[in-house]
C-alpha cells in the first residue's frame, strides 16, 4: 500500500489533522479555544468578594468575561482543594454543597495580587462587539434549549422558525452595504 493511504481514517497522521465542525469553519484538534486565564488567582479574587462554591465560581467567571472563559469542573475543584490544602481557603459544607471562604492567609494572598484581575486579562483586546453579541447569543441558547427540553412539540417548532427567520435577518444584514 502506498504511504500516503497507509493511515487508517480513524487515526489521523499525529495531529496534523484538521477537520471540519458541523458550521463550516476548520479547527484544528477539537475546534477552538477559548483563552485560558490563572483559575488559582480567579478563585482567590472571587473569594476576597464573598464565600461561594465550585459551580459558583464557573458561572461568575464565565459572566465576567462574556463567556469568552468558562473553567471546567475539572480545573475549578482541582484548585480549590489545593488552595485548602494551603490552607489559603476553607470549605464548610452546606445545604449539600461545599462553600468556600478566605482564610487570614488567603486574605493575605488576595491582597497581594498586583495588576488587573483575571477576568479582565481574559478580555483585554477582545472586541465589545464581539462580547455583546456572544452575550446575547449564549442567553439565547440557553432559552432554546430550555423550549428544546421542556416545551411542546408546537413550542419546539415556533422556536425553530424564529430561529431560521432570524439567522436569516442576520445574514440579511450582513449583506446591506456597510
Not at 482543594?81 to 471562604?101: N, Y
Not at 488576595?110 to 481574559?122: F, I, K, N, T, Y
Not at 472586541?127 to 446575547?136: G, Q, Y
Amino acid at each position: 500500500m502506498h504511504e500516503r493511504f497507509s493511515h487508517s481514517r480513524c487515526a489521523p497522521p499525529l495531529g496534523r489533522e484538521r477537520h471540519r465542525h458541523h458550521y463550516g469553519r476548520r479547527f484544528s484538534r477539537g475546534g477552538p479555544r477559548a483563552r485560558r486565564g490563572d483559575v488559582r488567582a480567579a478563585a482567590l479574587a472571587l473569594l476576597d468578594e464573598r464565600p461561594m462554591h465550585g459551580y459558583e465560581m464557573i458561572k461568575e467567571i464565565e459572566e465576567r468575561t462574556g463567556g469568552l472563559w468558562r473553567p471546567s469542573a475539572g480545573s475549578i475543584y482541582p484548585t480549590l482543594q489545593l488552595l485548602e490544602d494551603e490552607d489559603l481557603i476553607r470549605g464548610e459544607d452546606s445545604d449539600g454543597k461545599r462553600r468556600f471562604s478566605l482564610t487570614e492567609q488567603g486574605r493575605a494572598a488576595a491582597a497581594e495580587r498586583s495588576g488587573p484581575l483575571p477576568w479582565d486579562e481574559v478580555t483585554a483586546g477582545a472586541d465589545p462587539r464581539e462580547l455583546r453579541l456572544r452575550e446575547s447569543f449564549l442567553a439565547l441558547r440557553a432559552a432554546v434549549l430550555q423550549a428544546a427540553r421542556a416545551g411542546s412539540e408546537e413550542q419546539a417548532a415556533r422556536v425553530q422558525e424564529l430561529i431560521d427567520e432570524a439567522r436569516r435577518g442576520v445574514y440579511a444584514i450582513l449583506a446591506e452595504d456597510a
